[in-house]
């Protein structure tokens, strides 16, 4: 995967902004069940107060998919933020006892700069639906039978579908 790297240390108090353009290749998306129809444009907010860091990861894409009830292909947008704390220093897992909210986007630094292409590889990997649908009105395709013939021990099975379908 193609390194993505903000150095933390040349980053003044205050906001800092960057705009990243990526593709599948940079961050090993081909993997991936659906494939990747735009580039993936992201801008990244970093918030500086003395020695804490925000982060606000903004990522804009568009992926292939291919809708669940009817089968057909078609191109969804998506536009993922993800908000995270960057703490300089290692975890000290043996002192918490509780996990918190501020505990799951927290970002651990040891060097002087991070690797994001993680980060937005993983935006764009949990933004897949499990079941996607190309519009909220998408219906399943009507199939007829086309045998007359029905075997008797179906036929009451039949007459109860029908009297459903009225």
């Known amino acids: 995967m193609k390194t993505i790297l903000i150095n933390l240390k040349e980053i003044k108090p205050g906001k800092t902004t960057f705009s990243i353009l990526s593709n599948s290749e940079d961050l090993e ?4 069940e659906y494939e990747l129809a735009s580039k993936i ?3 990244i907010n970093i918030y500086k107060n003395r020695n804490n860091y925000e982060m606000e990861i903004a990522s804009i894409f568009d ?3 291919i809708c669940s009830r009817c089968l057909s292909e078609f191109i969804k947008q998506f536009n993922e933020i993800s908000h995270f704390y960057l703490k300089e220093g290692k975890e000290d897992v043996e002192k918490e006892h509780t996990f918190s909210d501020e505990d799951a986007y927290t970002i651990f630094f040891s060097e002087e700069s991070i690797d994001i292409a993680p980060i937005i590889r993983e935006q764009v990997i949990l933004s897949i639906p499990i079941k996607p649908l190309c519009s909220e009105s998408c219906q399943l395709p009507s199939y007829k039978s086309e045998f007359t013939d029905i075997d008797p021990r179906w036929q009451k099975l039949m007459e109860l579908k029908d009297k ?3």
């Not at 998306?29 to 991936?32: F, G, N, R, Y």
């Open 164 to 166: 459903l379908n009225q």
């Open 41 to 43: 444009n992201t801008q």
């Open 63 to 65: 992926l292939r998919l």
């Open 29 to 32: 998306l081909k993997d991936i």
